[in-house]
């Protein structure tokens, strides 16, 4: 198991945000911390405790007139770590390849591919041409509806009709290099994993799945450990002191 940390922009500023907030109306969110630190000084301070294969989301829509201060943000944490972090955001096949000239050693995409509600292997296969499979994280992040939980696209904001599984995982595989699955319910709260997601998880045995949400303790973390028997990677980001909250970014980065 690896500790993958992370960098959420949001309206030009590093934030730290309540999963299932976010709105693009407005460019409104509820936040849990506003960074007064550009990107820049996380991306070193990740490379100096040689902490790689994190991520940097731009939570910003591309229609948004916050777009262009976010994307910059996100190239001055690019331009700071190269080849160290990956980057979501708006990402397609026609611009996939300038982040990844950009110093990004992955691309992060999940609106692309999950269109009105269901893969969309055009798109998927584009993607792939562009910078091959390597190259792509695929963001599976979800939430619950009934007993199940679904992708959800667009920034957290529209449920898809597919469904977390095992064999959503093993159809995607050949397709990237890795997936980032954030769940988006406890997202933020600070309140615990969610078990049932974590062990939905734990169940495939294939490309790397770094896990997002609700941890907040050392504790936690072993259990999480524990119970992904150590194949899956974590990433933690509101409950650190770096991002205002109570769980020592040093201690976890020694643990």
């Not at 960098?7 to 309540?18: A, E, F, S, Y």
Request: proline share 1%; hydrophobic share 35%; aromatic share 10%.
């Amino acid at each position: 198991m690896d500790f993958r940390p992370c960098i959420d922009i949001h309206n030009g500023k590093v934030k730290q945000l309540v999963g299932g907030t976010l709105k693009d109306e407005g460019d409104v969110a509820s936040e849990n911390f506003v960074a007064s630190h550009d990107a820049d000084y996380y991306a070193n301070m990740y490379k100096e405790d040689g902490l790689d294969g994190g991520h940097i989301i731009i939570l910003n829509s591309k229609d948004s007139e916050y777009y262009k201060d976010s994307l910059n943000q996100a190239y001055k944490a690019l331009n700071a770590y190269p080849n160290g972090m990956q980057i979501g955001g708006g990402i397609n096949a026609d611009n996939a390849q300038s982040f990844i000239d950009a110093g990004a050693s992955h691309v992060i995409v999940t609106s692309y591919v999950f269109q009105d509600g269901k893969i969309n292997y055009d798109n998927l296969n584009k993607l792939v041409e562009a910078v091959g499979k390597d190259r792509i994280v695929l963001d599976l992040s979800c939430r619950r509806k009934g007993d199940k939980f679904y992708i959800v696209t667009d920034r957290w904001q529209k449920f898809t009709e597919e469904i977390v599984s095992v064999e959503l995982f093993e159809k995607l595989e050949k397709y990237c290099d890795e997936f980032l699955v954030h769940g988006v319910d406890v997202e933020g709260h600070g309140s615990g994993m969610d078990e049932d997601l974590v062990w939905i998880l734990a169940n495939y045995h294939g490309n790397k799945i770094t896990y997002a949400g609700g941890i907040s303790t050392l504790e936690e973390v072993s259990k999480f450990k524990r119970m992904s028997a150590g194949a899956l990677d974590v990433t933690i980001g509101s409950a650190l002191d770096i991002f205002g909250g109570n769980l020592p970014y040093k201690s976890l980065v020694k643990m």
